[in-house]
């Protein structure tokens, strides 16, 4: 006789499919083809919402000729699929929802062939479906995956390299969520790691990552309005359209289309690719900012230009002076490293003048960032270790051009920065209806040790601005202790970057942002 406890694992795999009932089945026109989508729905969105996706996805296949499709749209438990598909060892219970939908779908005529068969998600949809087929992979059920405002693993066997079947990462500019651009970033650099290795015709077919201008998160489940997101620029029918003919033109490159098909469908997502890259370029560079790993002028790990550019600024020198200042930095990857180290400067007596090289140090926070749960890729803040401006004005035999400097200068040379990186129609957008930035008196810290690793940059978002303040440690040329440094903790310029072209964008609160 079964144990009750058996039997309580079997009743719940059958409510879990039971309970799943209303799922969604479009059947073509052509009731010959046996192309099949299905497409995992978004957390608490109704299966209902995705009918029109998934009519506008078939309407563009057909209207290219060459091809039509079956789209399943599975109603998931609690319409949450993540209950149903916790890890790669525990989706069955979403497996066997998908099945049963399937199954809906081969009593109206559907025939399965596992060559035909694509899987795709919205959202957590994303990425159930990607846990899905890692789960699966075996059995080979699915030919490609199509995640809409979602991504695929960070690293590892399942990142954009190396999954082993085509991916379709469809992205939009007005994410206010996880699949915002600056994360989306992640898996850019990924398609250029392959573009750069495999070529650019083969990146666009097998791993395409775009994300659509104007359009929000929401505008993947027509008439569900996801909480935290941004306002979309365009009509939902633009939108839906968009999204529809981008699907069908990465499934047009992998259905046997013409040639004729193929190179418009290729043509199509190339447009969309360069102008993702418009978009994403100017980010990537400000993380550039961060860290240059390559630069192992002082630390086998790197340099922080932005700490060499902030030494150089905070000295405050006219330009002749700033001359004779060489600057270099050191990274270290370790909160124990950046302790240890010291700025130094090392004077050069020439016949007709006096140069100084600083030697300083560098180091980065990140945001928490679980099981790729977390919301940025940009830092939380750089830690610069630099030399006062009294002990280089001291060693240069010079007078200072401005007047001692405070870290929170920094903090607007970051935006400056970021703001001149920006994508034009970025910039343009944050200027008219974003929350800009207030920048707030430095903090000091009472000795070297909390400055490292108890103090942080606080960000603080209320309904106007987003307050910045550095943790700050700065000494006299005569202290006893560490004499002539200035400590700063200060804000990175993709993170500046990512406010502009994201949360600045919403009303705001009155709350604190979480920084650890």
Not at 365 to 372: G, I, M, R, T, V
Not at 391 to 404: F, G, S, T
Request: aromatic letters at 6%.
């Amino acid at each position: 006789m079964p144990s009750m406890s058996m039997l309580g694992v079997k009743s719940l795999l059958l409510l879990l499919v039971l309970a799943a009932a209303d799922h969604v089945i479009l059947k073509p026109k052509d009731a010959k083809t046996q192309k099949m989508l299905v497409i995992i729905p978004g957390g608490k969105v109704p299966s209902e919402h995705y009918r029109q996706t998934g009519l506008a996805i078939q309407d563009a296949l057909a209207q290219q000729g060459e091809s039509d499709l079956w789209v399943v749209i599975p109603s998931v438990f609690q319409k949450l699929c993540i209950i149903s598909c916790v890890s790669k060892s525990l989706c069955s219970p979403l497996h066997n929802t998908v099945e049963a939908a399937l199954n809906l779908a081969v009593e109206q005529g559907w025939k399965r062939q596992a060559k035909d068969m694509w899987l795709a998600g919205h959202s957590l949809g994303a990425t159930c479906a990607n846990v899905l087929f890692q789960a699966y992979l075996s059995a080979s059920p699915y030919s490609g995956l199509i995640v809409m405002g979602g991504y695929v693993d960070e690293g590892g066997q399942f990142d954009l390299v190396h999954y082993p079947v085509p991916v379709l990462t469809l992205n939009v500019e007005l994410d206010g969520g996880l699949a915002r651009p600056g994360k989306i970033s992640t898996w850019w650099r990924q398609f250029r790691q392959i573009r750069n290795s495999s070529g650019n015709d083969t990146a666009l077919r097998s791993k395409p990552v775009v994300v659509l201008p104007h359009l929000n998160h929401s505008n993947f489940c027509p008439g569900f309005d996801v909480a935290g997101d941004l306002r979309a620029e365009v009509p939902q029918a633009e939108a839906t359209r968009l999204i529809a003919d981008t699907v069908a033109a990465f499934l047009t490159l992998h259905m046997n289309a013409s040639q004729q098909s193929q190179a418009k469908a290729l043509q199509m997502l190339e447009s969309q690719v360069d102008w993702t890259e418009q978009l994403m370029t100017p980010y990537l560079k400000a993380q550039d900012w961060e860290r240059d790993a390559m630069n192992h002028s002082v630390s086998s790990e790197g340099a922080s230009p932005f700490c060499a550019l902030a030494q150089r600024t905070l000295a405050g020198l006219d330009h002749k002076d700033d001359q004779r200042l060489e600057v270099l930095d050191g990274f270290h990857i370790s909160s124990p490293n950046l302790e240890h180290c010291h700025p130094n400067w090392t004077v050069e007596e020439g016949s007709d003048e006096v140069r100084l090289l600083v030697r300083s140090c560098s180091h980065t926070n990140y945001y928490a960032d679980l099981s790729n749960t977390g919301k940025f890729t940009a830092a939380l803040e750089i830690g610069c270790k630099l030399l006062a401006a009294t002990r280089i004005e001291q060693q240069l035999k010079v007078k200072a051009a401005q007047n001692h400097l405070p870290c929170s200068e920094m903090n607007k040379m970051a935006v400056h920065l970021a703001e001149r990186l920006a994508l034009s129609s970025t910039l343009k957008r944050y200027q008219a209806t974003g929350r800009k930035w207030c920048f707030l008196p430095d903090s000091p810290s009472v000795a070297g040790p909390m400055w490292v690793f108890h103090d942080r940059l606080q960000l603080h978002e209320n309904s106007s601005c987003m307050s910045v303040q550095s943790p700050a440690m700065l000494t006299d040329v005569n202290a006893e202790i560490y004499p002539g440094i200035h400590y700063c903790k200060v804000l990175s310029p993709a993170r500046a970057l990512d406010w502009m072209m994201t949360d600045s964008l919403k009303p705001g609160s009155r709350t604190m942002e979480v920084v650890v």
